[in-house]
């Protein structure tokens, strides 16, 4: 699958973990970032995080507006 099979594994991950936060408020954000030193990584890792979380808003209000049109 190449380049487009990891980016989306990555996003799933990504998007799991943000389920995990909403689900349980257990946070890995919270935990793993603050102790990275690597500026470039610190930010990596943010955005990756930041990219589930936009996944899960978008299929959140997907299935919000979806449901109240019925």
Known sequence: MGLTGL???????SSAFAGLRRATGYSIQEK??????????????????????FIVDKGIKAINSTSKKQ
């Open 32 to 53: 793993i970032v603050p102790k990275i030193n690597n500026v470039t990584a610190r930010t990596s890792l943010n955005a990756f995080f930041n990219v589930g979380e």
């Open 7 to 13: 980016i989306l594994d990555t996003v799933a991950i």
